[in-house]
């Protein structure tokens, strides 16, 4: 899930309209087949990735299920030598990563589902999960896949070290252009910039996201990201103290520059720092009682 934001070129860089091949191939492990589900959340839709180098390989993510994909994901396999499907493994449980495993099992015969346990997320889709967490590791011919409990922006997000390649696979913590929404209900902005100090620990090479295009330079694209949250965080507290009160109206000032379409997803990423700001007591919504964040009216603590 994805929105607008800064980059080092542009404050305005954004993957809404952005145009992506259906099938690429990244590296000599890494093929892409695109989940089909453009969207202003998603951008060009939900990266899925085919995963080594041998007969059968990893499958992690697996879109929202939307009957277009089918025949890219059977182009992506052709494309690599007309390979099977070892197993699927899923970054997090948010509905355009989970919402096709289900169909590409049917389509291509019952295969291990893994990924870390979230029932909120799982039960809906009703499907048998193989519980994998932090350290974890997936291996199948040519590439190994080692588990990062990456939280944040959701609570069951791991994010994959391609450990032939010192290469990482994001899943919507960094993305190929903009940066992802944290869900003020279920994400935790604290968790998520904790999240990133873990990552850039790797050290990885190239950054493989769930939205958007491979990134080169991973350190520079974390710390990037570090930088926008802290730099965004600032905007938050000058408009509370030029006297906006609502997410709203903070929203107007802050994403004056990005198109409308983004507005709503902009509030939310406003409303996840703000319970951030609220945890370490730097903020209070000026009514306690109030549950949703994003109409409540906030002030800063004296």
Request: hydrophobic share 35%; charged share 25%.
């Amino acid at each position: 899930m994805t929105m607008s934001a800064s980059s080092q070129k542009s404050d305005t860089a954004v993957m809404l309209g952005m145009k992506m091949s259906n099938v690429q191939r990244w590296s000599d492990r890494v093929i892409t087949a695109l989940g089909q589900n453009p969207s202003s959340f998603t951008g060009p839709g939900t990266n899925t990735y085919l995963v080594g180098t041998g007969k059968a390989r990893i499958l992690l993510d697996t879109g929202d299920g939307r009957p277009e994909y089918l025949p890219v994901l059977s182009e992506a396999l052709e494309s690599a030598g007309g390979v099977a499907i070892q197993e699927i493994v899923l970054t997090h449980g948010h509905p355009d990563h989970i919402g096709g495993a289900r169909s590409v099992s049917s389509e291509h015969g019952p295969v291990r589902i893994s990924k870390r346990p979230y029932a909120r997320f799982d039960e809906p889709f009703g499907l048998e999960i193989n519980a994998i967490d932090d350290g974890d590791r997936i291996e199948t011919e040519g590439a190994t896949l080692k588990a990062i409990h990456a939280p944040g922006h959701a609570p069951d997000h791991l994010c994959f070290v391609l450990e032939e390649e010192s290469a990482l696979f994001t899943g919507d913590n960094v993305l190929g252009v903009g940066t992802t929404v944290i869900p003020p209900e279920t994400g935790d902005l604290g968790q998520y910039m904790r999240s990133l100090d873990r990552l850039l620990e790797e050290s990885p090479g190239a950054l493989f996201p769930a939205h958007g295009p491979r990134i080169d330079d991973g350190p520079s694209k974390i710390r990037e990201y570090i930088a926008h949250r802290l730099a965004r965080e600032e905007q938050i507290l000058q408009t509370l103290r030029d006297g906006h009160q609502k997410i709203e109206a903070m929203v107007s000032v802050i994403y004056a520059a990005y198109p409308k379409a983004l507005h709503a997803a902009a509030g939310q990423s406003v409303a996840s720092h703000l319970l951030k700001l609220e945890t370490e007591g730097r903020v209070r919504r000026q009514e306690p009682d109030t549950n949703d964040p994003v109409t409540a009216q906030w002030i800063l603590n004296a």
